[in-house]
């Protein structure tokens, strides 16, 4: 049997892809990322208005932000679910598609 020649790899052009893949990841990630940050930004920088002449009030403390108001709202929710225990076990289960079929679509019958 014969072996076909030996060439040497050709690291520029994997590395010319490995760095276009990396680029690809940055830019798409990055404009979530960005517009991500911009908002926490925007609702921990404001909040509700104090005087009847603002819109908003701008440059408030963080207690009296937006994102303190959204934070207090969403903080009973996960308070019960990390007291419960139920948080790991209720996010596997919506993310874990096998664990989805085998709990509701094949269900394990027991006596077998």
Known sequence: MD???YKKPLF???FKMVLGKVWDFITGAGKIIFIV??????LSYF???QKADEFVASNVELDHSYLAKMGKG???VIARLVTT???GG?????CSKRS?????VYPIQSGR
């Open 12 to 14: 520029g052009y994997d």
């Open 85 to 87: 225990g139920k948080w």
């Open 47 to 49: 909040g509700p208005k």
């Open 74 to 76: 969403i903080e009973p």
């Open 37 to 42: 940050s911009i908002i926490i930004w925007f």
């Open 100 to 104: 989805f079929c085998r709990n509701h």
């Open 3 to 5: 072996l076909p020649a």
């Open 90 to 94: 209720n996010s596997y289960q919506f």
